[in-house]
């Protein structure tokens, strides 16, 4: 069964940094792009970059370019999202997601329960 | 940019009732299309890829039509499970999705 597990719920102040994580299995983690989608409280979904953990190729939305920092460690089956420097607009739901790649189809096949990310002072 | 609109922003409907959705892009998509649900407090579910091959699981009252910039989603006869919130979204141009069509019990 093909799983992806994120890391639980933060809450940051201003200015701090924070890594979020993502822990696939059942399927060769390796061998698929993760996406990192947002959500915003009462909002819709926005893809915020991919990466393939076989390598660790990554692409980057260009609303999210140098925002934040998308890794992968294909050892343990971990991708992560991480900010250096958060701000209260980051507060959100983040969602990890497996890119489903057929053909020229992409979509995302299997995701992660979220992870809520709370920015305040 | 390619933008997905959707409408109804919000559709309200009985169970047992027809469901349609649509979800229309600013120029052609080809047939790159997924749909998804979202029901409060939980992730979206795939239900529908590339315009009409039904996910994985995904119950046959689900299908989907339409290419080039126009797009269905339908809902033959609504279950209690159905009413959620669905979004539309393309490869075309960076994984957009659309605004999303809320469906609720009338």
Known sequence: ???????????????????????????????????????????GLECMGIIYPGDSDTRYSPSFQGQVTMSADKSVSTASLQWSSLQASDSAMYYCARLLWIGDGRSFDYWGQGTLVTVSS | EIVLTQSPATLSLSPGERATLSCRASQSISSYLAWYQQKPGQAPRLLIYDTSNRATGIPARFSGSGSGTDFTLTLSSLEPEDFAVYYCQQRSNWFAFGGGTKVEIK
């Open chain 1, 1 to 43: 069964e093909v799983q992806l597990v994120q890391s639980g719920a933060e809450v940051k102040k201003p200015g701090e940094s924070l890594k979020i994580s993502c822990k696939g299995s059942g399927y060769r983690f390796s061998s698929s792009w993760i996406a990192w989608v947002r959500q915003m409280p009462g909002k």
